[in-house]
């Protein structure tokens, strides 16, 4: 199970600055912005009482300079200085890109073969 300890990696941006920074992974909700990205994290905690998990969802705003990361992509982001008034993430990787889906030309030429067989 990962604790507050294994999230906190040291950062490979600036190798003379040794801050431990968290490093996060979530998903993409929203590309919208101009350089900015919505990314929601989650997280599960335990009920006091009941011992039920619980899932807690944060959405952070993310700094994206380079516009790589795409609705719905598996990224992980780091914490940085403040960009804007929100903005204190940066994007690290895409993990897991979403998968592309066919373009409608391709499919009506898959249907088309489809029908003349």
């Known amino acids: 199970m990962k604790t507050m300890k294994d999230n906190k990696i040291k950062s490979n941006i600036n190798p003379?600055?040794?801050v431990t920074r968290q490093h996060k992974t979530g998903k993409v909700m929203?590309?919208?912005?101009?350089s900015t990205i919505v990314v929601a994290v989650d997280s599960f905690?335990?009920?006091?009482l009941y011992d039920k998990k619980m899932r807690r969802t944060r959405r952070f705003l993310?700094?994206?300079?380079?516009?790589?990361?795409?609705?719905?992509?598996i990224v992980t982001i780091e914490e940085s200085r403040?960009?804007?008034?929100?903005?204190?993430?940066?994007?690290i990787s895409v993990d897991k890109p979403v998968d592309v889906?066919?373009?409608?030309?391709?499919v009506e030429q898959d249907n088309e073969v489809v029908k003349q067989s």
């Open 62 to 73: 993310v700094h994206d300079p380079e516009s790589t990361a795409k609705l719905g992509d």
């Open 30 to 34: 929203s590309t919208q912005m101009n």
């Open 16 to 18: 003379k600055h040794t």
């Open 101 to 106: 889906m066919p373009s409608i030309d391709s």
């Open 82 to 91: 403040p960009i804007s008034k929100l903005k204190r993430w940066i994007l």
């Open 45 to 48: 905690i335990t009920h006091p």
